[in-house]
């Protein structure tokens, strides 16, 4: 059974989150106490799962308590639910904290946050990754692709279209402004699916705050990860997420599902920056097994590790709160069909743009990951995907982009 703590110096509020979650009870163990000091004391007796936090209390702050857990039990999930609309103090709050939630928070998002902290474990089951990724604040990102950012957003001229435009082109800087901005502490009452969005919605001036003072956008070290050649794990990517997007496209999707797709295609090999970049040694080996047994990558880091990146990134999406969609596609992008899905989502639209990617690929270094046609003739699509490679191939491989 999971533990739960909530904390609130509120008991009204207190109360309030017990009447809409006493439906779970019989699922999770949930305590409930009114200051930080209390809720160490808790957590000193037994092991907890997850903690919600609000983050004005007297005594000790929220910030404070948040702030010693991630330091001392840094595998509790961290969810802070505040009333604050306090942009400085979020961007303080990185690093401490992998969710915000807005109070009052609708009883919906509440169970579904609680119900995905409970349940990722089930996407990555390595506890010495685990740990890695709990730990983990933010992902490294180009240094050219910073700059352009930066430069971009002094320009007078800059526009919202643009700024998303250059910040889609980036992992590390998609991740982290979706995280940000889909948590219900922005008070956007709305899922944002782009990064484009975000921007119109939050302003040039808020994405500015969040690449100057989240210090969200790190550099890769280039002697850990030269094992991936980056110039090429990014080309991978991008066409990945572009090829995801035609694809929903072409079935028809919504503009947010086709979003998804995009986000998803463009995020799905993370993990293998989070093992790169924290186990270098290790992942040499990966490159080594799959080289001389002929084996896909994913099925050599399950060989070094017992775990893949797609199980990595799965993790580190559904910990941070990214939308669902994106989740299912990052974790399952080479195993659909364990996600149980029965009609065309995001997750078939980055599993077949990555099959196509790796097939227009000029020369795989390593063997390439098998489509799963059973699963898309469960859900329906088989019939359609060499339209799909067709399209893919016609309008987005072998063409250049920035």
Known sequence: ??????????????????????????????????????????????????????????????????????????????????????????????????????????????????????????????HELQAVVYRLQYLPTLPSLYIQVMDELRSPNTTAERIGEIISHDIGMTAKVLQLVNSAYYGLRQTVSSPAQATALLGLETIQNLVLSLSVFSQFNQAKMAQLKLDGLWDHALSVGYAAKLIAKLESADRKAADYAFIGGLLHDVGKLVMAENFSARYASVVDVSQNQDLATVDAEKQVFGADHAQVGGFLFGLWGLP?????????????????????????????????????????????PELDEDFLRHIGAAERFPAWHKACQETIFGVKRA
Not at 96 to 105: A, S, T
């Open 1 to 126: 059974m999971k533990r739960i703590l909530f904390v609130d110096d509120d008991q009204n509020v207190l109360q309030g989150l017990q009447r809409m979650l006493r439906a779970k009870h019989q699922e999770w163990q949930m305590d409930f106490v009114t200051s930080g000091q209390q809720a160490l004391q808790f957590m000193d007796q037994q092991p907890y799962d997850v903690i919600v936090s609000d983050l004005q209390m007297p005594g000790m702050s929220g910030i404070d308590l948040l702030g010693q857990i991630s330091e001392r039990m840094p595998h509790v999930v961290r969810i802070a639910l505040s009333g604050q609309a306090d942009r400085q103090l979020t961007h303080k709050m990185v690093g401490m904290v992998h969710q915000f939630l807005w109070k009052p928070c609708d009883p919906d998002t509440l169970k579904a946050s609680l119900m995905r902290a409970c349940s990722l474990s089930d996407l990555l089951e390595n």
């Open 324 to 368: 669902e969609p994106v989740i299912l596609a990052v974790a399952y992008h080479h195993h659909p069909a364990a996600a149980q899905e029965v009609s065309f989502t995001p997750l078939a639209a980055v599993h077949a743009a990555n099959s196509i990617a790796y097939q227009n690929q000029a020369k795989a270094r390593f063997r390439q």
